[in-house]
């Protein structure tokens, strides 16, 4: 009856008839868009390239670092990033500018695979660059693990490494990762802390939403 999609799918939900009826907000310092009940504009969230602070390098020249995405087709994690790349360079073919990369849903032999681990549980099922949580890396946790395991850069959203580190994330790989230890690509070629995403970030892009039939809309919203 319902799903949730990310917001670089709402266009192709909105093709095949279904409508947004509920999105994700994140400005906790503004809660009244959430205690009300009139229509709101949906939320946004910001689109950011997060690196290792013991690295230099800068947005401007990470051409031929390894790179994390979140899935081919989503927002943060390949349309804005490639998008940007693509204007600023004239190249759109990610695998010809950076040298390695987990981008799932790519061509599991190419490079844009080369990062990918599949489900590392279970070696000998075929999951590797899987756009779905059999592959390890995909969505917005596994690019952020793909960056604190063999990545350079990691196109996340801007809570991304915040969920995942100084302990909210329990898991093996994620429950000694230090916020401080990471930082911001800033489009400008500058570097900054990760609390400041509202200035440096790669764009403001509407919020993940929950999608449904138009005659169910009611029915979603008063069980959601």
């Given at each position: 009856d319902a799903v949730t999609l990310d917001g670089g799918y709402m266009y192709t939900a909105g093709e095949?008839?279904?409508?947004?009826?509920?999105?994700?907000?994140?400005?906790?310092?503004?809660?009244?868009?959430?205690?009300?009940?009139?229509?709101?504009?949906?939320?946004?969230?910001?689109?950011?390239?997060?690196?290792?602070?013991?690295?230099?390098?800068?947005?401007?020249?990470?051409?031929?670092?390894?790179?994390?995405?979140?899935?081919?087709?989503?927002?943060?994690?390949?349309?804005?990033?490639?998008?940007?790349?693509?204007?600023?360079?004239?190249?759109?073919?990610?695998?010809?500018?950076?040298?390695?990369?987990?981008?799932p849903g790519s061509d599991v032999d190419s490079n844009l695979c080369q990062l990918c681990v599949g489900n590392p549980e279970n070696l000998l099922e075929k999951t590797k660059c899987l756009p779905n949580d059999k592959e390890a890396y995909y969505g917005y946790a596994g690019a952020f693990r793909c960056l604190a395991e063999q990545g350079d850069l990691a196109f996340v959203k801007h809570t991304t490494a915040f969920e995942n580190t100084d302990g909210k994330n329990t898991a093996n790989w994620a429950k000694n990762l230090k916020s401080e230890d990471f930082e911001l690509l800033c489009p400008d070629g500058s570097r900054a802390p990760l609390s400041e995403y509202k200035n440096c970030h790669l764009a403001e892009v509407p919020a993940h939403a929950v999608v449904t039939r138009p005659e169910r809309r009611n029915d979603v919203v008063r069980i959601v």
């Open positions: 095949c008839g279904l409508i947004p009826v509920m999105s994700e907000y994140y400005d906790k310092s503004n809660m009244r868009p959430c205690q009300v009940s009139k229509p709101q504009r949906r939320g946004t969230y910001f689109a950011v390239a997060v690196v290792k602070k013991n690295t230099n390098f800068s947005w401007l020249n990470i051409k031929g670092k390894k790179s994390c995405h979140t899935g081919v087709g989503r927002t943060a994690g390949w349309n804005i990033p490639v998008g940007l790349i693509a204007n600023r360079t004239g190249n759109c073919d990610m695998s010809k500018f950076f040298s390695q990369s987990c981008a």
